[in-house]
Structure formats: structure tokens, C-alpha cells
């Protein structure tokens, strides 16, 4: 595995690889890797003749009273999952290399930037598309991979790939899952076990959603009221939003008639955690 820090050595190292006519895909994240993250490489793995992990915990994704300075950080460990995966490109990049001094050009995809998670962290989009575009410029990848759990994440990165023109295809793999049914999450971390223990009312709200549904529920207030009823049996979790929404524009749904997402943000403790499923008509 190649590990570049700098922009041009990254460029040098893909052109080449692109030289030979090799299909490349590309994973980013902001390293503490699990079995989430890996899934994606895995992916990446299965369609691509090349894969390429970014590692950079992007300071303009995060708010001034989020957890910037405490987000995990396991370089070394994460290098060796990755070598374990057979990547052979890691781009791990200083704050510098990414942002230089006086930076004043960002990417912001209006309107759906505001919804859902942009709506409780403004800024937190801008941050996302920003350095996704700059990341896509760089490695000027065929596939870029990401999790179905920032759903919301994916639906702004649709369309800005749509709306600039970019020659990415952008793949969405399944939200992986602890055992008891917990979204893998790098801020799982963050959890006590009392914690952790709460946080499964999340995923649990949800299967009740998708048990009404099942049975033909089809009102979305309806939905939602019988998934905050669940959520009510954990009062120290606090939730930030549960809508259902059109999973392209994020627009809320009053009736479900075609394929929507069901998302829900909650703290539990300090933890800020997202979860989601997809309803299909």
C-alpha cells in the first residue's frame, strides 16, 4: 500500500494507475475504521481494479461545539486493516495540504445542505461537499463508495456529482451492524455500556416502523408517532430529528407511495448518533 500526504504525490501515483487503464474506486473517511468502513473497501474491492482510502478528519464538516479535537484517531491500526484489504492507495492528508491559508472557494449544494442533518449542524454540508469534490479533483476516481447511513450525506453528494459534472459513479452499500443491531459508527466509541445500551432504541423505533409499514401502514405521521413511542421508553435519549423523506430531495412525505427514508438523529448522553432505513413500495 502506497501511503501519499500531499496532493501532487496522490495525483502522480493515480494518473499512473489510470495510465493503465485500471478502474479506480475510492473510500473516503475519517479514519477509526470498523467493519462499516471495510465493507465499502470490500465494495470498492469487487469492482474496481484499484482502491484508494482516504484518511482526513475534515475540520469544516464540524461545528465550534462539536468533537473536532476528541474524534478517534488510530492511524497506525487503521493502516493495517488497510493493508489487510489489499488497498493500494492511502491518502492521508495534514489539514494544510487540504485547506490552504486564505482558502475562500466552497461547494454548496443550496437547499439540500439545510435539511435533515444541515438543518441542527449548519455548515456541516459545506464541509462534506467541499472536500469530496476536492478528494474526487484529486483522485479523479470511476466509483466512490459510501454508507447508507448518512443518508442525508449521500443525497447532497448525488447531486453535486449530477449538478458539477463529475465522471464518478457514486455507490451506496448497506448500513453494517453490530450484532444487536447498533449502526457501526466511529462515535460508538464515545458510549459508556449504559449508553450503549440506550442507543439500541434508535434501530428499534425503526423496525417498528418497518413492521407497521409492513402490515400497510402508509401515513407517515402515523409512522413516526409509533417509532417516538418506542423512543419514549429511553427519556435520556434526546432526539434531534425523525422524519420520513424523499430520499433524493429529503422533502418530507405525508403518504408513502414510492421508496422513502426513514431517519432519525438522537443524543444519547453527549453521543450524537444517526440511524435510518429505506421503505420500499
Known amino acids: 500500500m502506497q501511503v501519499c500526504a500531499t496532493i501532487s504525490e496522490t495525483r502522480t501515483v493515480c494518473r499512473a494507475a489510470r495510465g493503465d487503464r485500471k478502474r479506480i474506486g475510492v473510500v473516503p473517511t475519517m479514519g477509526a475504521l470498523h467493519e462499516g468502513h471495510l465493507s465499502l473497501v470490500r ?8 482502491v484508494a482510502v482516504s484518511i482526513f ?45 486564505g482558502q475562500v472557494t466552497w461547494v454548496v449544494v443550496d437547499g439540500l445542505s439545510e435539511k435533515l442533518d444541515g438543518r441542527t449542524r449548519p455548515g456541516h454540508f ?96 402515523v409512522l413516526i408517532s409509533s417509532a417516538k413511542e418506542i423512543l419514549a421508553r429511553e427519556p435520556q435519549v434526546r432526539v434531534d430529528y425523525y422524519e420520513i423523506v424523499d430520499q433524493d430531495t429529503l422533502d418530507p412525505v405525508e403518504r408513502i407511495s414510492q421508496r422513502a427514508l426513514v431517519a432519525v438523529a438522537a443524543y444519547v448522553g453527549t453521543t450524537r448518533l444517526i440511524d435510518n432505513v429505506l421503505l420500499n413500495v
Open 126 to 221: 459545506r464541509g462534506v461537499t467541499t472536500v469530496v469534490a476536492k478528494l474526487f479533483n484529486i483522485v479523479t476516481p470511476d466509483a466512490a463508495y459510501f454508507g447508507q447511513k448518512d443518508a442525508a450525506q449521500l443525497a447532497v453528494i448525488r447531486r453535486m456529482v449530477h449538478e458539477l459534472n463529475f465522471g464518478v459513479e457514486i455507490v451506496a452499500c448497506p448500513i453494517v451492524r453490530e450484532a444487536d443491531g447498533l449502526a457501526m459508527s466511529s462515535r460508538n466509541a464515545y458510549l459508556n455500556p449504559d449508553e450503549r445500551n440506550r442507543a439500541l432504541v434508535l434501530h428499534n423505533s425503526l423496525r417498528r416502523v418497518e413492521q407497521e409499514f409492513g402490515e400497510g401502514e402508509r401515513d407517515a405521521k
Open 57 to 101: 478528519v475534515n475540520p469544516t464538516q464540524f461545528g465550534p461545539a462539536e468533537d473536532l479535537s476528541k474524534y478517534p484517531r488510530q492511524f497506525e491500526r487503521d493502516c493495517r486493516l488497510l493493508e489487510k484489504e489489499g488497498v493500494e492507495i492511502l491518502f492521508a492528508p495534514a489539514v494544510e495540504e487540504m485547506y490552504p491559508q
Open 43 to 50: 465494495a470498492a474491492r469487487a469492482q474496481c481494479d484499484v
